[in-house]
C-alpha cells in the first residue's frame, strides 16, 4: 500500500511538474506575443513619425518654392518704385492693386516680352486671381504700352509694346476685339 501511494504521489508529482512547465511555456509565449506586438506598435509609429516627417519637408519646400519666386519677384521690381503704403501707413486694396500696376509696368518696360498669368504669378508672387486684376489695372494705367490678349482656353498674356510697336498696332485699330476682352476680363475677375 505504500508502494502504490508512493506511485500515486510520483505520479501526481510528474502531473503537477508538467502543467508548470506548460503554464511557465504559455507565460513565455505570451511574454513574447507582447514583446512582438509593443515592437510592431513601435514599427508603426515609427512609420507614422515617418509620414509626419515627409508631409512636414513637403510643406516647406513648397514654402521655400513661394519665398523663392517672392525674392526673384523682389529683386525683379525697379528700386525706384517706392509703395506709397509705407509712406502712408495700411494702403487700401485699390491702392496696392496700383502699386502692383505700377510695378509690374516698370518691370516690363525694362524686360519687354509677353508674359502668361503663370508666369506673373511667380514673378510678382502674388495668387493668380490678383495677378488678373493687376494685369487688367496695368492696361487700364499704361494704355498705350500694355496689351492684354487672350489666347487659346482663355489663358491670358499681357504684353508690352514699345512706341514702336504701337504705332504700327494703332494703324491695324480692332475696338471691338478690346471691347470683346474687357468684357470677358471682367467676367474673370
Known sequence: MF??????????????????????AMITLIAAIDKISSEMNSKQSDVELLGRLIDQVDRLSKEVA???????ARQARAPT???SSQEQGAATEGKALDNHAKSLVEIMKERPGRYTTSELVDMLGLNKTTVISVMKRAMEIDPKHVKLTQGKRRKLYLAYVS??????AQSNPSSDDEDKMRLELMAMT
Not at 508502494?3 to 511557465?24: D, G, I, N, P, S
Not at 513661394?66 to 526673384?72: A, E, G, M, N, R
Not at 512706341?163 to 504700327?168: A, S
Open 66 to 72: 513661394d519665398l523663392k519666386s517672392q525674392l526673384k
Open 3 to 24: 508502494e502504490e501511494l508512493l506511485e500515486l504521489y510520483k505520479t501526481k508529482a510528474a502531473e503537477v511538474e508538467r502543467e508548470q512547465k506548460e503554464a511557465q
Open 81 to 83: 518704385v517706392v509703395a
Open 163 to 168: 512706341d514702336e510697336e504701337g504705332q504700327v
